[in-house]
């Protein structure tokens, strides 16, 4: 469930290496950029040789002296990183002629990208999650005149089935059984529960799909089955929400999730403290954090809300 807080204070063999590398180490870690389909935008025409358009430069510019204007204003150094790859990527596909798609991205840094992206004149590129409002997305990156001839998804769908009407699975569970087959967390993307404990289903770069379904087959203690299903098929339940107020004296996190999940401050305490508890996405440690207008904090298995500071 989404909340909305408002209160008064305040991203075979070699190819196989490639797309799973088996986990060493946790990636660092849309906005309403992501959908299911194509967010396209235009290309921006270049201009003479001889003519200079403000804010506007082709990818072999951005990558040798336009990296640092394009990513003013963005704080999160792991995004800033994240989104210096997909320029990288950029340049790449715009010198062969390629269409090249990212891994799955955290919502931030797909806004950052698109953003940037958005600055090129040679350079379209297409946001890709499965579903309407997905949260992780890929983002494909092409020249114009290459990726009008892309119709290839980048996405595929995975359903886990099995018997759980005796055993209640997570979403942590479902995670923690994907990640255990040895992929990495950018390779796949939202996992959705089904209703009733009838399984869940999961996006994942399509270069996996033969590995997942054949290397999936336990979630806990239930035996499963990990089958492509088209994107059409996903149950996807726009997510509920409701608004309500508080009056707390801080923006500290831990008051104000506590408010908002209505659990007590104690519990929330241990919730961070279990890596439990993550703000705009990045997973933090630190009851005391400072929030701000428009951070959305997650409690795993209580939902997510989203802060909307009213000063009086």
Not at 184 to 210: C, I, T
Not at 254 to 279: E, H, P, T
């Amino acid at each position: 469930m989404v909340f909305t807080l408002s209160t008064a204070a305040p991203w075979l063999l070699r190819k196989a290496f490639q797309h799973f590398a088996f986990v060493s180490q946790p990636f660092p870690k849309s906005s309403n950029l992501s959908f299911h389909g194509t967010l396209r935008l235009p290309p921006v025409a270049s201009p003479p040789p001889s003519r200079q358009v403000s804010g506007i430069c082709s990818s072999a510019q951005a990558m040798k002296s336009q990296v640092d204007g394009l990513l003013n204003g963005v704080a999160d150094k792991a995004v800033i990183e994240e989104v210096k790859h997909v320029l990288e990527m950029a340049t790449r596909a715009t010198r062969d002629r390629q269409v090249l798609h990212t891994d799955f991205l955290t919502p931030p840094t797909v806004r950052e990208s698109m953003l940037a992206l958005e600055k090129l004149a040679d350079i379209t590129a297409v946001v890709q999650g499965g579903y309407p409002q997905a949260e992780r997305c890929r983002i494909s990156i092409g020249h114009p005149e290459v990726i009008a001839d892309e119709d290839a998804d980048a996405v595929a769908a995975l359903s886990i089935t099995g018997n759980f009407g005796f055993v209640s699975c997570t979403h942590g569970d479902f995670l923690g059984s994907i990640l255990g087959t040895g992929i990495v967390r950018e390779k796949f993307g939202d996992v959705l529960l089904l209703e009733g404990g009838k399984g869940a289903q999961f996006l994942v770069v399509p270069e996996l799909v033969d590995f997942m379904t054949s290397s999936l087959n336990k979630v806990g203690s239930v035996s499963v089955s990990c089958t492509r299903i088209p994107l059409h098929d996903l149950d996807y339940q726009p997510p509920q929400t409701k608004t309500f107020r508080t009056v707390e004296a801080s923006l500290r996190l831990d008051a104000l999730a506590s408010a908002g999940f209505k659990i007590s401050r104690s519990k929330l305490v241990d919730l961070i403290s279990n890596r439990d508890v993550r703000v705009n996405w990045s997973t933090v440690t630190k009851n005391n954090t400072n929030l701000k207008s428009g951070d959305i904090i997650s409690v795993s298995g209580k939902g997510r809300m989203k802060l909307l500071v009213k000063l009086r």
